[in-house]
């Protein structure tokens, strides 16, 4: 989700709701750490709202002292777990020898996650696919797995799709390989002691709980940022949360304008957070003219939560 969960989706996503562990977009190695240097950057790169917890760094990345080194920065900037992606398959990422192409390197993967265990004392976590290109069977995927868990990983993120990186984009990865959820509900009863979250074409409550059936947990991508009202009932159903406070879309809306008002005091551009918004009112009556409110008005700076409020109108 890189360029999309960034500090203001999430502070936006916790607002629906409480108990879910959201995920910082991926952050690469070498930025972290040649801005090392230049505090401003690297307190830009590891931000987050208090309310944002529970959170997860998750880090882009294949060096395992580099791992070490910023999985240390996640642990001291307050992070609760830190996710190693090996998953995502965009040309920029393999071409930095990171993100799904590492799935051929198992024993590298392990090393990068022993390093970073030897370091902090929160958990590690691995977030990859089932296989890619030419690994087509469960054995295989298995096998990255268990070498993996044996390097001290207990949590696993897992794509139920392969990633082909010869002759997919991004988004085609995304779509064309099929999904194999039965590989991932394989793995958790092949791995009872593990802990197996399952992602992938998952849109909708319903979903979640019958996947709930096979393994310990499901993450949504981009579902919940393009519909994210579909998580307003997560804490009540998944998490069992009886105190559970489920918001309105209009009452999560003026605590967004208090946030906004907050960050344009700060400088921080109108659009940059109103981009966020877009679909909460997905599947309602005026959701598009909400939509098209806010996509004409956000150039307005200064003016925040009078330009979300006046969209707000448009609906009702």
Known sequence: MMGWTDRHARYFLRLITR??????????????????QRVGDQKRLLAFHASEHPLALQ??????????QCASMAEDAGFDEVNLNVGCPSDRVRSGSFGACLMAKPELVADCVSAMQEKISIPVTVKCRIGIDD?????????FVSL??????????????????????????????PLKYDFVHRLKKDNPALTIVINGGIKNMETIQQ?????????IGREAYHNPYILALVDKDVYQDTNADQKTREEIVHLMCDYIDS????GVALHSMTRHILGLFQGCRGARAWRRYLSENSYQDGKGSLVVKAALRQIF
């Open 148 to 177: 993996v868990a044996e390097a001290g990983c207990e949590i696993f993120i897992v794509h139920a799709r392969k990633a082909w990186l010869q002759g997919l984009s991004p988004k085609q990865n995304r779509e064309i390989p």
């Open 263 to 266: 960050e344009q005091e700060k």
């Open 135 to 143: 690994m087509e069977t469960y054995q295989e995927f298995e096998n």
């Open 59 to 68: 880090l882009g990345g294949s060096d395992p002292q580099a791992l070490k």
């Open 211 to 219: 996947q709930l059936c096979h393994v310990d947990g499901a993450m």
């Open 19 to 36: 108990r879910s562990l959201l995920y910082t977009e991926m952050v690469n190695t070498g930025a972290l750490l040649h801005n090392k």
